[in-house]
């Protein structure tokens, strides 16, 4: 599966749940510091670690810097492959026992088109399952098919419905399925406030949490995310990692960024006041939406969702057409961001339902 990068441009970008009020000062205060003798060097990661590591309240060790978490999910799926090879050839049996031992990444969709992606990459089977109506986690499900996969993809809050995953769930799949990789994407953790680094990282080896700092702390162009796990639950992954994998830019970029928390608490503060308003235009106008611990809104527009989606493109505002996911037709997800770009957004979607049938 080829990703197919969705729509960009200039304009108000509210459709690839970005920051919208940008980095903070202090990250472009440090890449203009950079030296051109900083940029010579091959640099060592582990100072930016342990700033990271105190930041998430964990042993430096429990942490894997990456070029995006992005690359972290790919690394999950790498180092699935490799053990699944790994069984294979060690198991001394014929070719169709052999290729019982290559068990399945599996996703619950709608999902992060991403998953998938890495997922075949690594050359691992993909299998999906389905949201419950009204998307209610699968738990059930999930724990049955994930005793006969290696990876397991999750995201809290999913993308892109926003919703979370129930309280426990993660402690009942991760014992019930002792053997399989659990990864949880905790891509916007910042707006929802949950997380599983802590206790539950320790007590289940097989749980993986991945983070961003694309979305709260805006550093998407930087590509820097991180892995967080017990050390023993990133070995595997640190030995499919190549090294020196994040620039010079990211590491100074992170470590200014999390230095402003300030930063991040009111731009936060702004998600959350967003979400309320989108909220209440969709209330006003009858529309179905879902509310969201992320920093995006899915709402149900109708059977032209893809033509509201590009009428708001020809005015300047760029939201995510999400009709063709899983469950989601006649869906649209926007992201929710600094109150100006919400109400620009908003004033323009409620020109282009009132003209949709002109």
Known sequence: ??????QSGEGVRLHL??????????????????????????????????????WFGVDPAWVLLVNGLDEGLSLAALATAKE?????????????????????????????????????IAGLEVRTLRFGPDFAFPLDALVAAARDAALVYLTDPN???????????????????????????????DFSGRTIIGPLLDRHRNLICGRTFAKGHGLAAMRIGALVAHPDALAPLRDCCLPFNVSLGALRALEAALGDDAWLQAYVAAVRESKTRI????????????????????IRVGSDASAIVS?????????????????????IRITAGTIEATTTCLTTLEEVLETRND
Not at 1 to 6: E, G
Not at 105 to 116: D, K, N, T, W
Not at 159 to 183: F, V, W, Y
Request: glycine letters at 6%.
């Open 1 to 6: 599966m080829t990703y197919k990068i969705p």
């Open 17 to 54: 749940n970005e920051n919208s009020a940008g980095c903070s000062p202090a990250v472009t205060a440090a890449l203009r510091n950079i030296r051109p003798d900083d940029v010579a060097k091959y640099l060592d990661h582990q100072s930016v670690t342990d700033t990271t590591a105190r």
């Open 84 to 120: 699944n090879r790994r069984r294979a050839t060690f198991s001394g049996e014929n070719d169709a026992r052999r290729r019982s031992f290559f068990a399945p990444a599996l996703i619950v969709e709608p999902a992060f088109e991403m998953y998938r992606v890495c997922a075949e």
């Open 159 to 189: 993308n892109p419905t926003g919703l979370p995953i129930p309280e426990g769930a993660l402690a009942t799949l991760a014992e019930a399925a002792p053997d399989t990789r659990i990864l949880v994407d905790e891509a916007y953790a």
């Open 279 to 298: 909220y209440d235009f969709c209330d006003r106008r009858g529309l179905q939406y879902w509310r969201s611990d992320g920093n995006f809104v899915l």
């Open 311 to 331: 009428r708001m493109a020809a005015r300047g505002i760029l939201i995510r057409d999400r009709s063709n996911a899983p469950d989601c037709a006649g869906c």
